[in-house]
């Protein structure tokens, strides 16, 4: 171990992304804190917490790479999620007391189906109590686990889709191999939603839209923006004793924003102005959203924000001079 804290032995990764599948259990800080030992760098972060009983694509930036998640945290993300109706939770998932719900396992698919369409689209969605919000400087979980009654205020979320997959009644196999109680119904369901939405409040919400309560018992995250689980690696696989180690996985610098944003080719007279932070000409004023700004080699030279006539480096990447 160095003095630092990583781990001895292998080279340091480069800049980029990994895109990891967070196993069941773990929090977002523990992954974080694994990949610095096996990466050797401090410089480590991610875009986006999953919950500890959540699985699935988790986007951790390494050395420059952290420099690139401002920019992904705001993705829509896709889930998928398994929805027990019939009993609601103090946390709206499997980790909570049970404080309430009503027979579901006579609910009918098209009556499920109804619920589900007046949480699609444009809502408003009150977060769930335990979420990492902050109330008057405490975050809202926290205060719960005190014994607090917390209200947060609903906010605007998008549900771009909501697709019941799956319905599962009282003695048949559940996601977990075992047998659903009686009294529930078990939903699987995909949902692709927008930054900042809750999926455990989505659950909360259909069972309340259909008087019987409900909870989230599995969830697994199987895309944020551009990445998808299809392109994700284990903890297993990133770490050298147990598989290629996490080289073999980064992401570099100009796929990582590639897939994360629209991106701007530029001559080299403007990847060395960007190079050394000056603004250059907006190749279309009014764009919103970030920009990546490629050098004529193919380089990530910068973020770009293209929202007014002249375009304003709001991250510079590449060396300054870079050509």
């Not at 050298?240 to 590639?258: C, I, K, Y």
């Amino acid at each position: 171990m160095t003095a630092d804290g990583t781990a001895a032995g292998a080279a340091p990764v480069g800049d980029g992304l990994l895109v990891v599948d967070k196993p069941a259990g773990w929090t977002s800080h523990d992954v974080v804190g694994r990949l610095r030992r096996l990466c050797r760098t401090r410089r480590v972060g991610h875009a986006g917490t999953l919950d500890p009983m959540a699985t699935g694509v988790l986007v951790v930036g390494v050395n420059r790479g952290t420099r690139l998640l401002t920019f992904l945290v705001g993705h829509d993300k896709g889930y998928a999620a398994t929805v027990r109706l019939g009993r609601s939770t103090l946390t709206d998932d499997a980790e909570g007391e049970v404080t309430g719900g009503s027979d579901a396992a006579h609910l009918t698919g098209s009556e499920v189906a109804e619920a589900v369409t007046t949480l699609t689209g444009e809502i408003q969605q009150v977060p769930s109590a335990v979420s990492a919000i902050k109330v008057d400087g405490r975050r809202s979980y926290a205060r719960v686990r005190a014994g607090e009654e917390v209200r947060l205020a609903a906010r605007p979320v998008t549900v771009s889709r909501f697709e019941v997959l799956a319905t599962r009644r009282p003695g048949e196999a559940g996601a977990d191999g075992i047998p659903v109680p009686e009294g529930v119904l078990d939903v699987d369901a995909e949902v692709e939603v927008s930054s900042g939405t809750y999926v455990r409040a989505l659950a909360r919400d259909l069972g309340a839209a259909l008087g019987v309560g409900g909870h989230l018992t599995a969830l697994r995250r199987t895309r944020v923006g551009g990445f998808t689980l299809d392109r994700a690696a284990t903890l297993e696989q990133l770490d050298p004793d147990t598989g290629p180690g996490p080289a073999a996985h980064l992401v570099g610098l100009a796929d990582a924003a590639r897939a994360a944003m629209p991106a701007r080719e530029l001559d080299e007279a403007q990847a060395r102005a960007l190079g050394y932070g000056q603004q250059i000409d907006s190749a279309e004023p009014g764009r919103v959203g970030p920009v990546a700004a490629f050098a004529p080699d193919g380089t990530l030279v910068a973020v770009l924000d293209e929202s007014g006539a002249q375009a304003r480096p709001r991250v510079v990447l590449a060396p300054v001079g870079a050509k």
